[in-house]
């Protein structure tokens, strides 16, 4: 509460300037004028910011410190690496048949993308060939909702991206296998920026997993942004799966622009990374505009996962929920920060918030801001956070029947999770996180 | 006592009374009956003032006295009571210290002295008993947390207590279980005299074997389209309500 | 006609001044200031010195920006610091007191004649800078309790005094705490002996009289092992064009098994329809359980002041402690809130409760702000919090900044917040069983903040509910 607002000393970090100046000097000759000007966007606003101290209030639980000073690498073209090839079969999350778009250290990968069987007139491409063929749909997007100001990983992304996905739902258009949108890093103390780009036209439905891993247990960086733009009445439900490395530092920031009666879903599960850190908001600009976010975090050892919200209700009669479910071991922290703007003329609002924190070791530590700002009279607005422990009567209601404590508390500790998975969206993955999140869910409640 | 003629009501744009007239006397017990839609509810609510109904032509004379610009605490006062179709809640407000607010309100308009705490609870207390109200939930805030049941009882409760000259049901068997249903009607049948009349909106017929009207309105599409003894109750609810919809004559009800 | 829009804008009713001749020095601020305050009051040399060290911090600081309010930059050397009644010592007797003064009082609901006082309510009268008069203290002292102005207690127990100022708010603890610190000018001291329960309520009423000055009391309390105390503070001031800042310290001590209860009723004058003038309501409050089995509950009935910024807070030190925070605070017109409170929690097993009751009214903005933090040793804590804010009009805000900190895995904290607003239903019900408008909405606000009422002593809850009916007139449209 003592945090002040008063500007502190911009943290700029030894390996940033140098990869902000190589970016320019690679980029200078090529590349639209428009995609230039959001690069020089990018690179002026963390020139002049730099990164975050934990005096800023939306850093106050977080500490950038570490990865700050961490000298990453900075990749300017693609590499082959048959290993790859081989491992990203490894993560189909599954859906083994379903399309998929593939990054691999920020750069598109044709040879692991499979596209075919899309229905006509969906685009499922890489954003730098978007930039070149459909600039009409991604111009007035890009950058647009995902401001390169907006944070310093944001500015660091618009300067430095290289490719991503870019996907575009025509209007009307209903696709049914859900679509995999897949990172994987490979190269050890690589810096990587993938940017997606989601169009959705109205009416239109998509259901993705965007997922984030590694075959490695290798340090590296992922700084991703991604921008969903919906049209009225479109539908986009999405699992953002988070496995990256145990050693990785992931940083994203995900912004969705709903226009009215759009639905914007997603669930996030995160497992993997040494430092994790989500800034997700959704701007619910027409009427019953819909927002969902969910989440389910499973931290232990030295892991930092830090998820952000906000919601912005700037109209009226839109619904939002938000349900983020953390449970914690050995020395992790876990951070949620959830803002709900409701705005002078969104009248019969009505959003939920609510987040649960299960400690089960001694040395871990949770914070939690669930924040309301309310400027309209007639909304529903509540939210509601709690932090403790396994129940002992369950506990002990289970040993009555004859189960083991660490049993017990291990049922208990998978129960406490699937609460918030029964409602993640994309039933194959899904499922598939249930059996592959069990055993782990099992053990860290046996060992409370 | 009520003197309804041709009465036109909208709420927002829509016109929901086209030309309605009844008429009631002292001791007579109406019930108003009609399929969804046909301005049943509407007319419960204009009769109490509700703001979001506006009377857009007729009258609506009451013991003498046009009704029509008085505010819904003044028609309280002067002994209009509506047992609501959905009670709304008042969190942190008991229902003895709400009561006893609208009570004295209208002791006062009487020009009778003012009850205090005390007095009013031993009157509450009596009145529960005769109505078999449990007395928590005289304590308990008004209708928060309450059954579907709970609140209809807590209106005619409410009703028992306040002794209005009109007493007006706003669907008040809807929702309920056949004991709750008899318990209600009991309270209401209890509370029947020369002095009160009743207005008993309805959709079901169910409702008027327990409370046994004098006279059965039919309102269809705004208007009171039939007219009858306690017997046309039963006729409508094995004829379903088509046969009365006849668009015809507004049947001027007596 | 909107049903809602009836009600008439009532005054503010203490708004009146009292005509007396009073003593102001000069306005500004410097360490003449600060060693002239102190040598009025007679000070010993070791607090004068604790005077100008917190001045001195103070001049490092600047004023936190973090609130959320709005408000032009203060001009710290516009102000007087020091501001007193000119009545030649503190009277004897109550015979001995200006009968201005009296009348002030009495004006304001508080007699202070003996044979007109509150039966069970000891009052201390601080009337600007200075403490007028102390009712009761020959019956108290009798129980061994010192109840009396903080200048006083000074001179009469300098080693009470010297032990326990700035243990719970240091003079570096924040910015208004450290002006407040260096200037302060009195208050109430209250001291209850190991293992006396205090048998009365005792309680300060602030006035503020004079134009452009600041207050800046200081109170504290102590309740050695064992002891109970209730303590109540009141407080009003004139209607200004100006504003005026009020920037108090509150301390509060719980040794072992001790229970301290603070109830405030903050009416301070809170500006007019515009926002032109009112208190600026800068305050620290914090309590400390130092011993096991303590106990420590705020209670606040804010509906005053143009800007309240304060968040009394309970350090849960001792095992098995607990803390309270029950509070209900009301904006209008163009008043801002930004309140809550820290329960820090240290010891083994200590428990707290915060209960939270917002109600913005008119263009109002009103914020709750709390922390709970459970450090890594305080194993078993638990804290309940419930924040509850209403809306009464569309012109108004309401934020909800909580602050969950918890590093043990024992620990057990709940947060529940909601939003509601007072519908038209409600009052269209309230109307049709004969309650006018104007009383439903009281019924309403009232109903919404009971949780909080019944924590106060009887006298002082029917006055809050009065109050909050008339802090809403004229708000509801």
Redesign the interface.
């Known amino acids: 509460?003592?945090?002040?607002?008063?500007a502190a000393p911009a943290i700029l970090g030894g390996c940033w300037p140098a990869h902000l100046d190589a970016m320019e000097r690679a980029t200078a000759a090529r590349g639209p004028s428009w995609v230039a000007e959001l690069r020089r966007a990018g690179a002026a606003a963390f020139r002049e910011h730099g990164f975050p101290s934990t005096a800023d209030?939306e850093w106050r639980?977080t500490s950038v410190e570490t990865l700050v000073k961490t000298g990453f690498r900075q990749s300017l073209a693609a590499k082959k690496d048959a290993l790859v090839a081989n491992t990203a079969k490894l993560f189909t999350f599954g859906l083994e048949d379903a399309p998929r778009i593939v990054i691999v250290d920020g750069f598109y990968s044709k040879e692991l993308s499979k596209l075919d069987g899309l229905p006509a007139g969906v685009v499922v491409c890489s954003l730098a060939e978007a930039v070149e063929k459909h600039r009409a749909l991604v111009e007035p997007r890009l950058g647009r909702l995902a401001k390169p100001g907006a944070t310093a990983f944001a500015a660091l992304n618009a300067a430095l991206f290289q490719d991503g996905a870019f996907v575009h739902v025509p209007e009307g258009k209903v696709v049914d296998a859900p679509l995999l949108v897949l990172h994987i890093s490979h190269e050890s103390y690589l810096a990587s920026h993938p940017r997606h780009l989601f169009a959705l036209g109205a009416g239109a439905q998509l259901s993705a997993v965007e997922a984030y891993a590694s075959p490695s247990c290798d340090l590296y960086f992922t700084n991703a942004v991604t921008e969903a733009d919906l049209g009225a009445g479109a539908r986009l439900s999405s699992i953002r799966l988070e496995a990256e490395s145990g050693n990785a530092f992931h940083v994203a920031n995900t912004q969705a622009r709903l226009a009215a009666g759009a639905f914007f879903q997603e669930a996030s599960a995160v497992t993997g990374a040494e430092f994790f850190r989500h800034d997700l908001g959704a701007f619910l600009g027409g009427e019953r505009a819909e927002a969902v976010f969910l989440g389910l975090s499973l931290a232990s050892g030295h892991q930092h996962v830090d998820h952000h919200t906000v919601i912005d209700h700037a109209v009226p009669n839109c619904p939002s929920r938000e349900f983020y479910k953390a449970i914690?071991n050995g020395r992790s922290h876990v951070v949620f920060n959830g803002k709900v703007f409701v705005r002078?003329d969104a009248?019969k609002t009505d959003a939920k918030q609510t987040n649960k924190?299960l400690?089960?070791?001694?040395?871990?530590?949770?914070?939690?801001?669930?924040?309301?700002?309310?400027?309209?009279?007639?909304?529903?607005?509540?939210?509601?956070?709690?932090?403790?422990?396994l129940d002992e009567e369950m506990v002990y209601y289970c040993r009555s029947r004859g189960l083991a404590p660490e049993i017990a508390r291990g049922i208990l500790t998978y129960a406490f999770a699937r609460d918030v998975l029964v409602q993640f969206p994309v039933p194959a993955t899904r499922d598939w996180l249930d059996r592959s999140l069990v055993q782990r869910l099992l053990e860290a409640g046996r060992n409370a | 006592m009520l003197e309804i003629k041709d009465l036109h009501a909208t709420v927002g744009k829509k016109e929901i009374l086209k030309g309605l007239s009844l008429s009631v006397k002292a001791g007579e017990v109406h019930a108003i009956m009609g399929p969804n839609g046909s301005g049943k509810s509407t007319l419960a609510q204009v009769l109490a003032g509700h703001p979001a109904y506006a009377v857009t032509g007729g009258t609506i004379t009451y013991m003498g006295e046009d009704l029509a610009e008085k505010s819904p605490e003044d028609r309280a006062k002067e002994g209009i009571f509506l047992a609501f179709q959905y009670p709304v809640e008042i969190p942190g407000v008991s229902n003895a210290y709400f009561l006893r607010a609208g009570y004295n309100e209208i002791r006062k308009h009487r020009g009778e002295p003012e009850l205090d705490a005390m007095d009013f609870n031993k009157l509450l207390k009596e009145k529960s008993k005769v109505l078999h109200i449990d007395e928590s939930l005289l304590n308990r805030p008004v209708n928060e947390g309450f059954s579907g049941g709970e609140k209809k009882r807590n209106e005619i409760f409410q009703l028992a207590v306040l002794e209005p000259k009109l007493a007006i049901l706003d669907e008040t068997d809807s929702g309920l279980d056949i004991d709750a249903l008899r318990a209600v009607s009991e309270g209401v049948n209890r509370l029947r005299s020369k002095d009160r009349a009743f207005l008993v909106v309805t959709h079901y017929q169910r409702l008027l074997n327990y409370i046994v009207p004098d006279f059965v309105h039919v309102l269809s599409e705004g208007r009171i389209v039939k007219s009858g003894g306690k017997e046309l109750a039963l006729e409508l609810e094995k004829r379903g309500y088509d046969w009365v919809k006849a668009p015809a004559a507004a049947g001027a009800a007596r | 006609m909107d049903p809602v829009e009836e009600l008439a804008t009532k005054e503010y009713k203490w708004g009146f001044v009292t005509d007396i001749e009073s003593e102001t020095i000069p306005k500004g601020l410097n360490e003449d200031v600060v060693r002239l305050i102190s040598s009025k009051k007679n000070e010993p040399s070791w607090l004068t010195e604790w005077r100008l060290t917190a001045f001195r911090q103070w001049q490092k600081m600047?004023e936190?920006?973090?609130p959320n309010v709005t408000y032009p930059p203060i001009d710290y050397q516009d102000i007087s610091y020091y501001s007193a009644p000119r009545q030649a010592k503190k009277a004897g007797s109550m015979d001995e007191i200006d009968p201005e003064l009296v009348k002030t009082y009495e004006k304001l609901g508080i007699p202070l004649e003996e044979q007109k006082r509150l039966s069970n309510v000891a009052v201390d009268a601080v009337f600007d800078s200075v403490s007028v008069a102390t009712t009761a203290k020959d019956y108290l002292e009798k129980l061994g309790i010192i109840f009396c102005s903080f200048s006083e207690a000074v001179q009469k127990h300098p080693e009470l005094i010297r032990k326990y100022l700035g243990s719970v708010v240091p003079t570096n603890d924040?910015f208004f705490a450290a002006l407040n610190s260096a200037v302060f000018s009195d208050g109430s001291f209250c001291w209850i002996p190991k293992g006396v329960k205090c048998p009365m309520e005792l309680s300060t009423y602030f006035r503020i009289n004079a134009a452009d000055t600041g207050q800046f009391e200081r109170t504290l309390i102590v309740a050695e092992e064992g002891a109970q105390v209730s303590y109540l503070e009141g407080c009003t001031a004139p209607k200004r064009d100006t504003n005026q800042l009020h920037a108090a310290v509150v301390e509060l001590v719980a040794q072992e098994s001790a229970s301290v209860k603070y109830s405030t009723v903050q009416n301070w004058y809170p500006g007019d329809k515009e926002g032109k003038g009112g208190i600026y309501n800068f305050v620290t409050k914090r309590g400390k359980c130092a011993g096991a089995n303590s106990k420590i509950s705020w209670t606040q009935v804010e509906t005053g002041s143009a800007i309240t910024w304060k968040?009394p807070s309970v350090i849960l030190q001792g095992d098995n402690s607990v803390g309270e925070f029950y509070s209900v605070a009301v904006v209008n017109n163009r008043q801002q809130a930004d309140t809550g409170t820290?329960m820090i929690h240290v010891g083994k097993n200590t428990r707290s409760t915060i209960v939270s009751k917002g109600i913005s009214a008119g263009k109002g903005q009103n914020t709750y702000?709390g922390?709970v933090k459970v450090v890594?040793k305080a194993a078993g804590a638990r804290n309940y919090t419930q924040c509850d804010?209403l809306?009464?009009?569309?012109?108004?805000?309401?934020?909800?900044?909580?602050?969950?900190?918890?590093?043990?895995?024992?620990?057990?904290?709940?947060?529940?917040?909601?939003?509601?607003?007072i519908s038209e239903d409600q009052i269209f019900y309230c109307k049709q069983r004969g309650v006018s408008t104007e009383n439903a909405i009281n019924m309403i606000v009232n109903g919404f903040c009971k949780e909080v009422f019944r924590e106060l002593p009887m006298e002082f809850a029917v006055e809050a509910q009065k109050l909050l009916g008339v802090s809403l007139d004229g708000s509801v449209g």
């Open positions: 509460m003592s945090a002040s607002l008063a209030e639980y914690l002078q009248q924190n400690l089960l070791s001694d040395d871990a530590r949770v914070d939690t801001k669930p924040q309301l700002e309310i400027f309209a009279d007639d909304v529903k607005c509540t939210h509601g956070a709690t932090v403790g422990q | 600047t936190p920006r973090w924040n968040y820290k702000r922390q890594k804010s809306l009464i009009g569309d012109r108004c805000g309401a934020h909800t900044f909580p602050y969950i900190e918890v590093q043990n895995h024992t620990a057990k904290v709940e947060h529940e917040a909601s939003t509601s607003k």
